[in-house]
């Protein structure tokens, strides 16, 4: 497809989507959701792509959240258009399959940390700034921030969040729970690898699984998520992985994992 809003790039199993605006602070229009939502589709279907990182260009913003030119005459019909297409983005995340990595280069704000919290680690540059801004326009997150942000920080702090619209920096970010690693600027895209990498390595069936299982765990009754997990486990367990991983250990060698 023609890319006018991302940069796609695939290497060493790795899948990464730059947001690619930073002129606008990486802000996020319709066109950029769903380029981002195709290129998606593609690291999925990719079977050498075992990990996706998702960041902005540039050094100074990871995404300054929607765009609000975009929004300057929003209709009713096409504010909840503009909200579902946030929605369905953030669900494609959840729902990939991989793991998916956000590289938070700078300020994450409105639907910019939206995107992040449906990834599913957070690693960010010491200078990131994350926040949820929209109370200052007059409006409220569109793209599961009400939902996402006290599943990471509780209810005190996420109203705290949303009501005021106040910025939190990176260590802050961290020590909530919000963030898996602050990291020096510099050093950002370097760690970034190193952790991707890592999971590479992995047997993707069941970094699947343990994603699909995690993600439901906060809405599943507990005698459903442990039946789930029963199952998922008789499934990982009659793989060919499981069978490598074994002999690997037996034989004090790294196992070789073929998604099989
Ligand atoms: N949209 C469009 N352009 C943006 C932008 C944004 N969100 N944020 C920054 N920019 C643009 C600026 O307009 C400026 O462009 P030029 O004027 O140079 O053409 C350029 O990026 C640089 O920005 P600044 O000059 O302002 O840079 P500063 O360093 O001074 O400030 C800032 C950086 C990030 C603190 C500031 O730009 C800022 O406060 N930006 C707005 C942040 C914000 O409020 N973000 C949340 C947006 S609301 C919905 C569904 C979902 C959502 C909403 C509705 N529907 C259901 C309708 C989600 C909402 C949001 O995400």
Redesign the pocket.
């Given at each position: 497809m023609e890319s006018r809003n991302t940069l796609y790039e695939k290497s060493e199993k790795i899948a990464t989507i730059t947001i690619n605006r930073p002129?606008?602070?990486n802000?996020?229009n319709a066109e950029t959701a769903k380029e981002i939502m195709a290129r998606l589709e593609d690291a999925k279907n990719d079977e050498n792509i075992r990990v996706i990182v998702i960041t902005g260009a540039g050094d100074?913003?990871f995404s300054?959240?929607?765009?609000?030119?975009m929004?300057k005459d929003?209709t009713p019909v096409?504010?909840?258009e503009?909200?579902r297409l946030?929605q369905q983005l953030c669900d494609q995340i959840e729902a990939l399959g991989k793991p998916v990595i956000a590289a938070i280069n700078g300020?994450a704000?409105?639907?910019?940390l939206?995107l992040a919290m449906a990834c599913d680690l957070r690693i960010a540059s010491e200078n990131a700034q994350l926040g949820q801004?929209?109370i200052?326009?007059g409006?409220i997150?569109?793209?599961g921030g009400t939902q996402r942000l006290p599943r990471f920080v509780g209810k005190a702090i996420a109203k705290e969040m949303i009501f005021t619209g106040k910025r939190i920096d990176a260590k802050t970010a961290e020590r909530l729970g919000l963030l898996n690693a602050v990291v020096p600027a510099d050093q950002l895209k370097s760690k970034v690898k190193e952790f991707a990498l890592e999971l590479a390595g992995k047997p993707p069936i069941a970094i699947k699984l343990s994603k699909a299982l995690i993600n439901n765990s906060t809405e599943t009754h507990p005698d459903v998520g442990m039946w789930q997990e029963a199952e998922a486990f008789g499934i990982v367990a009659s793989t060919e992985d499981f069978k490598e991983g074994v002999s690997a250990f037996l034989e004090k060698r790294k196992p070789q994992f073929k998604g099989k």
């Open positions: 002129k606008a602070l802000a996020l100074r913003a300054a959240g929607a765009d609000l030119k929004m929003v096409k504010g909840v503009l909200s946030g300020y704000f409105g639907g910019g939206e801004p929209e200052n326009v409006l997150p569109g793209w």
